[in-house]
């Protein structure tokens, strides 16, 4: 296969899966409290996308669909879009980078509970510091939210997200190879080294970054 065809059809193959991210988003959303805490299965799709073609590439497809779902069903904005990025973010980029330093079914479950992991604890900052300006509430309000709400939520969450990509991930891989839509044979080198390394540099900045943001919030240094 030459490598113009085989980049068409990768193309064909993300566009698929971010057209099916979208679908997963609009017809299986579960509605939640307040209009913020709403569950839908577009991460697996991601995710899926990440476990195929690398953490780079998951992170941009999971971009585009979470801007695609701020302009289509979402009702909270650029709140909404930045809160809805970061999680699948984490979740799909920390899953991929883990999974495509060695593609075995141990380092995908590796992968998945990580970015599970990821995701809990991104969220939780970020709702620390986002939630009372969407709600209008004092930030003691929201750590009192946190464990009748906001970790079993988001901890179901991630963890559902991480069992179902789990469970469909091979027979959609498998089912994509049939189909001649991506290679028979799976690579282990997935994205370049250096391409991943920088991502990983780039998720610990900003996890860095959450955490600095956050304490100067908690000792009263910042207020918004």
Known sequence: MS????????IAVMAILCALAI????????????????????????????????????????LLVCLIEMITVSATGWIGLLMNFLSSAFFVGVSAVIYHRKKTLSRAVIG??????????????WNYIITP?????????????????????????????AALTLFLYKGVATALRKSKLIPERESNDGENKKGNTILIVCISAVLAVT??????????????
Not at 112 to 125: E, K, N, P, Q, T
């Open 112 to 125: 998945l509970i990580s970015g599970a992991i990821s995701m809990l604890v991104i969220m939780l900052l």
């Open 211 to 224: 955490l600095v943001i956050v304490l100067l919030l908690f000792a009263g240094v910042l207020s918004f």
């Open 3 to 10: 490598q113009d065809v085989k980049k068409t059809r990768n």
């Open 23 to 62: 679908a997963a988003d609009i017809f299986l959303r579960v509605p939640g409290i307040g209009g913020f805490l709403t569950y839908e299965p577009k991460d697996v799709v991601l995710c899926i996308g990440g476990f195929l073609f690398g953490p780079i590439t998951g992170i941009a497809m999971s």
């Open 133 to 161: 300006i969407y709600m209008n509430v004092p930030r003691e309000q929201v750590l009192a939210m946190f464990l009748p709400l906001l970790i079993p939520f988001n901890l179901i969450k991630a963890f559902l997200n």
